[in-house]
């Protein structure tokens, strides 16, 4: 634990520079999906730098079939199929990628293991169900695997996605595939040809949503958006209204926490004036936005901001690289999400002012929190599975993740991916081939690593029963908020209600160990 406490404040710093300590995980891990506008054809290059591709002896596996469940996006599922011929062709390992939605990947895969049917041997999922997968024994610990496997290259992955994502109770239990948190998206061109900077606070933000909202950005003619925010229930639109709220629940340091109350397990998420701060202004952006901001999904809204329609919008890595070719090439800008002047005082659930004592990570005044929504796709494999399939899973993982594969994949707008590795910032070779230019690539990985460098980092969620936290009751309550249902009051309690029913009926004093945990807390 305490390796994982002093590694999150300063996790960017490390990944920017190099990873070179031993290879010896130890802490706890967690998880953005993604969909996809348009994106450039996928490139078979393999940069010099990247090293060597082969997994394995050649033909090692010749007639083992892996199954693999994992999202059907299209994106996600994408890479492992472009590049599973190509595995197999190095090993004989034939790799059956079964792709589903997101809705039910984890019920499909916690069903699949809890029964004993074991019909998939991995997965590519979302890191931070391992609290659900990793207690019973479901997934195979990974440790001396990615230790020995020197194609890997395990020290070149951030120790942010190496000891959060891949790690739970000291152990490695998944490979990084993608690296995910939440940035803003903004049109260069316009702010600068107007004198505005990039939006600092949220109500900057929506100030500038405002300025452009109804007016033609892309020349055609037609009114455009100021902001384009996917909302669509089901759609993980419950991710934003964390990225929007985070700076006002946590301001200490990424083991603060924003979730939950750590001495007692309450939730943040209401009631206070926080949360009604952040609903109020998650729903004014609505009102900036498309006409039909409530049903579109990122697909949309990312379709939106690349035909040049939207002056603002948020969301994970992808747009950086969906750029090229499209309208918003080169007229793109990236920033660290908006951060707040005002921070929950948690004993009166009130705000109070930023100064030096309740934002102490403040930069300029503004409380930044970035947010790891997701935290990034990651390669798991089944336990129960026949040791021939695990080591062929491992394998292809380990060939799926190595540089010379993912420093093509992660520049690819189409497979979802976003970069994880110091390698993937350091050679801008990569980004180059993929379309973006110096000055767009360099601006991308600059606020990528301005995220990551953050002290004040939020992590998500990633305990016993986090879809049904995350995904039911956040999900649900938002979605009724959003439609007029309920208020900003009836929200929060619905969400204080909801957490709370879930964390007693596990336990909340197991719930309570199992949070405090995720964050690298030591009591």
């Avoid at 997934?139 to 001396?144: F, G, V």
């Avoid at 936290?469 to 204080?496: C, K, N, P, R, S």
Wanted: hydrophobic residues 40%; glycine residues 10%.
């Amino acid at each position: 634990m305490s390796r994982f406490r002093s590694i999150a404040p300063v996790v960017g710093l490390i990944l920017v520079i190099t990873g070179c300590s031993p290879a010896t995980p130890s802490a706890p891990a967690s998880a953005g999906p993604s969909a996809v506008a348009s994106a450039p054809a996928a490139s078979s290059e393999t940069p010099a730098s990247a090293g060597p591709a082969t997994p394995a002896p050649s033909q090692a596996f010749k007639g083992v079939n892996v199954n693999l469940l994992t999202f059907n996006g299209p994106q996600i599922a994408e890479p492992l199929q472009r590049r599973a011929p190509d595995f197999e062709a190095l090993t004989g390992a034939h790799i059956n990628v079964i792709a589903t939605g997101f809705q039910t990947i984890y019920d499909k895969a916690l069903l699949d293991a809890s029964t004993n049917t074991n019909s998939f041997d991995a997965y590519v999922f979302n890191p931070q169900w391992m609290g659900d997968f990793v207690g019973p024994g479901y997934l195979l610990d990974l440790t001396d695997k990615v230790n020995a496997d020197t194609s890997l290259q395990w020290q070149d992955i951030g120790p942010f996605f190496r000891d959060f994502n891949a790690t739970y109770g000291g152990k490695v239990y998944t490979v990084p595939l993608d690296g995910d948190f939440h940035m803003v998206y903004y049109r260069s061109d316009i702010l600068t040809k107007d004198g505005l900077k990039p939006p600092a606070t949220w109500d900057d933000y929506l100030t500038i949503a405002k300025k452009y909202q109804g007016t033609d950005l892309n020349g055609d003619g037609e009114p455009d958006y100021g902001s384009c925010i996917a909302k669509k229930k089901g759609a993980q639109s419950y991710w934003w209204i964390i990225s929007v709220a985070a700076g006002l629940l946590q301001s200490q340091g990424t083991a603060q926490g924003a979730f939950f109350d750590t001495t007692n397990m309450n939730p943040l998420f209401g009631p206070n004036d926080a949360m009604t701060k952040a609903l109020q202004l998650y729903k004014a952006t609505k009102d900036v936005g498309p006409p039909d901001e409530l049903n579109m999904d990122v697909g949309g809204s990312r379709g939106l901001f690349t035909t040049g329609r939207c002056a603002l919008t948020m969301d994970w890595g992808d747009i950086g690289t969906l750029t090229p070719g499209t309208y918003a090439q080169d007229k793109t800008g990236a920033t660290i999400t908006p951060g707040w002047k005002e921070v929950l005082d948690r004993s009166t659930g009130k705000l109070v002012p930023c100064d030096a004592t309740t934002c102490p990570k403040a930069v300029d005044g503004v409380n930044y929190a970035p947010f790891a929504s997701f935290g990034g796709w990651s390669g798991a494999v089944n336990a129960a599975a026949p040791k021939a399939q695990q080591d062929a899973a491992f394998a292809f993982l380990s060939y799926m993740s190595a540089p010379a594969q993912s420093s093509v994949d992660v520049t690819l707008g189409k497979t979802g991916y976003n970069p994880y590795r110091t390698s993937h910032f350091s050679d801008l070779a990569p980004w180059k081939a993929a379309g973006l230019s110096d000055a767009a690539a360099t601006n991308y990985l600059d606020a990528i690593k301005n995220s990551l460098q953050s002290p004040n980092m939020v992590l998500d969620m990633r305990i016993p029963l986090t879809k049904r936290y995350e995904q039911d009751v956040l999900d649900t309550a938002l979605a009724q908020y959003l439609a007029g249902e309920l208020d900003e009051a009836g929200t929060e309690q619905a969400i204080a209600d909801g957490w709370n029913g879930i964390t007693n009926e596990a336990g909340k004093d197991k719930q309570l160990a199992a949070y405090v945990a995720s964050l690298g807390v030591q009591r």
